[in-house]
């Protein structure tokens, strides 16, 4: 099984930091890597699919890169409605693992 | 507009079969693998599997594999999650979700359904 592992599990910004999140797979999955956001009580939203493709409608503040065994999310200025928890998650295999989600917070 | 809508939240006890529903509409149902994944209360997603609603090819994650069974009925645009024998530790958010269409390299997973709350409890 291909392993997804998110870093940091949690962390707390402000309005118009610029963010990171980072996505690790066990094994090299190319480039077949998505990011969704979830917000309490909602379901999961697609952000960004085949690595660093913007899903139709999701701002132009959120990119995604990386291939191979390494992937970040990027928001370039964070909103307060991007307080949220974001999920990676990979196609490579037909067992399509979610990484554990990183939560972020407001500082 | 493209949506998924799922049935309604159960309360079930241990031992007691379930199925739950996930209806597609706005969209060629029979084109695009439809997936469920699990949430189990503050908790992340887990992937169960997918279904070619089309020619109901399933694949199970292999942690749900024999536990759960996901079928579709083209007819009337609507997928299905069952269990047989509901455990407490079945007690989670579920949701399906349409993934790409069939024949496509890779899979993502855009809209979502709403989402279906499963409790089982004694």
């Known amino acids: 099984d291909i392993q997804m592992t998110q870093s940091p599990s949690s962390l707390s910004a402000s309005v118009g930091d610029r963010l990171t999140i980072t996505c690790r797979a066990s094994q090299s999955i190319s480039s077949y890597l998505n990011w969704y956001q979830q917000k309490p009580g909602k379901a999961p939203k697609l952000l960004i699919y085949?690595?660093?493709s913007l899903q139709s409608g999701v701002p132009s503040r959120f990119s995604g890169s990386g291939s191979g065994t390494d992937f970040t999310l990027t928001i370039s200025s964070l909103q307060p409605e991007d307080f949220a928890t974001y999920y990676c998650q990979q196609s490579y295999s037909t067992l399509y693992t979610f990484g554990q989600g990183t939560k972020l917070e407001i500082k | 507009e493209v949506q998924l809508v799922q049935s309604g939240a159960e309360v079930k006890k241990p031992g007691e079969s379930l199925k739950i529903s996930c209806k597609g509409s706005g969209y060629s149902f029979i084109r695009y693998w439809i997936g469920w994944v699990r949430q189990m209360p503050g908790k992340g997603l887990e992937w169960m599997g997918i279904i070619n609603p089309g020619d109901s090819d399933t694949r199970y994650s292999p942690s749900f594999q024999g536990q759960v069974t996901i079928s579709a009925d083209k007819s009337i645009s609507t997928a299905y999650l069952q269990w047989s024998s509901l455990k407490a530790s079945d007690t989670a958010m579920y949701y399906c979700?349409?993934?790409?269409?069939?024949?496509?390299?890779?899979?993502?997973?855009?809209?979502w359904g709403q989402g279906t709350l499963v409790t089982v409890s004694s």
């Open positions: 979700a349409r993934s790409v269409p069939a024949g496509h390299p890779s899979h993502w997973f855009d809209p």
């Open positions: 085949a690595a660093s």
